[in-house]
């Protein structure tokens, strides 16, 4: 599976967008970007992924780069709640296991 | 409410005691998975099961031990050989058919496992 690289920290202003990057330059061509997020002590929580396309949904948008080396995943208006550590992934859709990195945690700030 | 339950929260056990995490899921997922957090640190893969009767060792498997009896259920077994156990152990599970065939893992509460 591809190794994964994201900051270990960021800070966002809530209101605002917060961008998280990842850098995945290994990534195969039939490997997905899965982000996962994790609230202190709690369980993970899948948030989105994609292929090639950028993605949106109802909690973020997915973009990657189109030689899919990198990818960002945008919150567009950070809340307080959002404060959480996440984990770029990329993974095999089809029985492809998940490695968690130490992820980046981010810090929303009123 | 469909979901998944760890119990018990937290969970204090003596050096040179087994224990046994439990892990139940009423989603009618195939798949179940034990994960190791210790602090600050992501997620690493004790074990997994991708079907009844079946499981195979993650990446740090040394220590633990599993059952996978039924579907529902998948059992963890911190035994008295994992020279490091006090951590917080999460248990997922993952429907590998039908519109889900995606890697969305769903994770219960976790249970935190302290060894004195």
């Known amino acids: 599976d591809a190794k994964t690289t994201q900051p270990t920290s960021m800070d966002c202003a809530e209101g605002r967008a917060a961008n998280l990057p990842c850098n995945h330059s290994?990534?195969?061509?039939?490997?997905?970007v899965y982000w996962y997020r994790q609230i202190h002590s709690q369980g993970p929580q899948y948030i989105i992924h994609?292929?090639?396309n950028n993605e949106t949904n109802e909690m973020a948008s997915l973009i990657i780069t189109e030689d899919r080396k990198s990818s960002t995943l945008i919150l567009p208006h950070a809340t307080l709640r959002d404060t959480a550590v996440y984990y770029c992934?990329?993974?095999?859709?089809?029985?492809?296991?998940?490695?968690f990195g130490q992820g980046t945690e981010l810090s929303v700030k009123p | 409410d469909g979901g998944i339950t760890q119990s018990p929260k937290y969970l204090f056990r003596k050096e040179g005691q087994n224990v046994t995490l439990s892990c139940e899921q009423n989603?009618?997922?195939?798949?179940m998975y034990w994960y190791r957090q210790d602090p600050g640190q992501g997620l690493r893969l004790i074990y997994y099961?991708?079907?009844?009767?079946?499981?195979q060792k993650g990446d740090i498997a040394e220590g633990y031990s599993v059952s996978r009896e039924k579907k529902e259920s998948f059992p963890l077994t911190v035994t008295s050989a994992q020279k490091n156990p006090t951590a917080f152990y999460l248990c997922?599970?993952?429907?590998?058919?039908?519109?889900?065939?995606?890697?969305?893992?769903?994770f219960g509460p976790g249970t935190r496992l302290t060894v004195l």
């Open positions: 992934i990329v993974s095999y859709n089809q029985g492809g296991k998940l490695i």
């Open positions: 290994t990534i195969s061509g039939n490997e997905y």
């Open positions: 994609g292929l090639k």
């Open positions: 989603l009618n997922h195939d798949a």
């Open positions: 099961s991708q079907i009844v009767n079946d499981f």
């Open positions: 997922a599970s993952m429907g590998t058919s039908g519109i889900s065939s995606y890697n969305e893992q769903f």
